[in-house]
């Protein structure tokens, strides 16, 4: 059974996958130039040099490169003048003789920035805006102390804020083991989380209980809003904070403050369960309930969300049921087994999940059986073979797009990543292939509502800088070739769509 007729076959006449993104270049006038060109030659020397400095990773193809380029740059201007200068770099990742180093920083995607510390010996992420304004305010942060001092109300509120996830150390004196330990960890998380370390508690909003020795307090606009903690082991302070910054139950719904949440319920290595429902009709008689459950498995290697109806059509769609299902429960297990409970009452919850932990409930299979015979140039690609043939076809290393045509020619695709330049290689390479593609009218429709056009990245200005936009090229009968884009809410359906043992927004380790 499946997507409605449907059928998680995709027909790929090719094997190519993805990924928009943004990074890069040109702006060749002769004004001076503040981000600096590395490439393979002067990359280390230059790296070693620099207690800071971000790098770049660009593809001269890629369309969001290209938007941030000029943004980059003004950054680059702007940090220069600060103090001590805060150095911006690029290198060309596309070009062979800089592949190597692509790889070595584990880039994936375009464009990826990297903050090099310590003469390049720590490497993380850059997880901030892409607007000049933006870059220059989340780097100047990222330059200084890993953690702020509170000595002011004012201080403290810039730290927490209400919308966000912030931690705060809270220390006698600003020495010894525990503090010590703190500011590694502050360290380490830098880039995900604001630190802040105060030895005024009262200084800090939301106080009530009053602490008397070191202790770490996280701030979350959720769940209980406020969480004590005093294990000092490094360890348990990144479990601690890991944990209690996902929310009890992740909300999915069309309003993006979640979104951060929905990512990293997708990237969690926990089996998930998932709850659609109409929200506007049924939110406050299935949420405490759904959350009672959820806090009974907590840390129990299951996670939870809940998704709003309007905004869940992909997911609906990939596990093949209906909306008048709904209110429905699945679970999926990090092997991609699924279970699911369709019309599923709210005091029903806790049996039924106690019944799957039971190994009680049998699994719900929807992909189609593997073709026995799969020589064709389109190639069938169901669910269990998604993974060997295009995952693991994808030897590159990164997000090159390759065509096979009818005649088995392997052609790599190095021109720019519209969805026009794409169909044109593809038409004038594609000898029998659209031709042979025969797709379900079915199936056609279910990707047209999958799929909206477009290259927008959808990380935006957001902090969540993985959060990409993801192409995947299909064959269709009568439309030769369409680049199919998930909309940004869609994207972890989206990998669940295609089977992805992640979703596409985690900068999947195959590219
Ligand atoms: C690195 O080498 C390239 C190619 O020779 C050159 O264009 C670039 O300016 C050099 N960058 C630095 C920082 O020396
Ligand atoms: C600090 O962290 C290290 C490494 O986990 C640990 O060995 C040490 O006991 C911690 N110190 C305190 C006071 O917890
Ligand atoms: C949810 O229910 C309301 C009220 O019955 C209805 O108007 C709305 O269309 C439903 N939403 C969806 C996505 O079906
Ligand atoms: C890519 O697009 C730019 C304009 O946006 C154009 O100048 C360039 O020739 C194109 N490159 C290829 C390979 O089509």
Request: hydrophobic share 35%; charged share 25%; glycine share 6%.
């Amino acid at each position: 059974m499946a997507i409605s007729n449907s059928r998680v076959s995709i027909f790929l006449s090719s094997i190519l996958l993805l990924l928009a993104s943004v990074a890069s270049i040109s702006g060749s006038d002769d004004s001076k130039e503040f981000v600096l060109t590395l490439d393979h030659s002067n990359f280390s020397d230059t790296i070693a040099k620099h207690d800071f400095i971000v790098v770049e990773f660009y593809a001269p193809w890629c369309g969001h490169c290209k938007k941030l380029a000029p943004e980059y740059e003004k950054a680059a201007s702007i940090l220069s003048s600060h103090d001590p200068p805060i150095v911006l770099a690029k290198l060309d990742a596309n070009e062979d003789s800089n592949r190597e180093l692509a790889s070595k920083y584990a880039v994936r995607g375009f464009p990826t920035l990297k903050i090099l510390r310590n003469g390049g010996k720590s490497i993380q992420d850059y997880k901030g805006p892409r607007d000049a304004e933006g870059i220059v305010e989340y780097l100047k942060k990222q330059s200084g102390p890993p953690s702020t001092e509170i000595k002011s109300v004012e201080d403290a509120t810039a730290v927490v804020g209400e919308q966000k996830v912030a931690i705060v150390g809270i220390f006698p004196e600003f020495s010894g083991e525990e503090y010590k330990n703190f500011t590694a960890l502050a360290e380490k998380l830098r880039s995900d989380y604001d630190f802040g370390h105060t030895s005024d508690e009262k200084l800090l909003p939301r106080s009530g209980s009053s602490v008397t020795k070191p202790s770490v307090r996280l701030f979350k606009p959720f769940d209980e809003l406020v969480v004590d903690f005093q294990d000092f082991h490094l360890d348990a302070l990144e479990k601690f904070v890991e944990e209690s910054s996902t929310p009890t139950v992740t909300v999915f719904s069309k309003d993006p403050a979640n979104h951060p949440y929905v990512i990293k319920f997708f990237n969690s290595p926990n089996a998930k369960a998932l709850l659609f429902l109409n929200f506007s009709v049924d939110y406050d008689v299935y949420k405490s309930k759904y959350e009672e459950v959820a806090k009974e498995h907590k840390s129990k290697g299951i996670s939870f969300l809940m998704g709003d109806l309007g905004a869940s059509q992909g997911a609906l769609q990939y596990f093949g049921v209906k909306e008048d299902q709904v209110p429905l429960i699945i679970v999926q297990t990090t092997d991609g087994k699924k279970y699911l409970k369709p019309k599923v009452e709210s005091d029903q919850i806790a049996s039924w999940i106690k019944e799957y932990n039971e190994g009680k409930v049998p699994a719900y299979r929807k992909s189609e059986r593997i073709p026995e015979s799969n020589t064709e140039s389109v190639k069938v690609v169901v669910a269990d073979t998604f993974q060997d043939m295009v995952l693991n076809s994808a030897k590159n290393g990164y997000p090159t797009v390759y065509f096979r045509s009818a005649s088995g020619k392997i052609l790599r695709y190095d021109g720019n990543r519209t969805k026009e330049d794409i169909i044109e290689f593809i038409q004038k390479n594609k000898d029998q292939a659209a031709k042979e593609a025969v797709l379900q009218s079915s199936i056609k429709e279910e990707l047209g509502k999958h799929c909206i056009e477009g290259t927008e990245d959808a990380g935006g200005s957001s902090r969540h800088l993985r959060v990409h936009a993801a192409a995947i090229l299909l064959s269709l009968p009568d439309k030769g070739i369409v680049t199919c884009l998930g909309s940004p809410q869609s994207f972890p359906f989206f990998s669940y769509f295609l089977q992805l043992p992640f979703p596409l927004h985690s900068r999947a380790p195959f590219l």
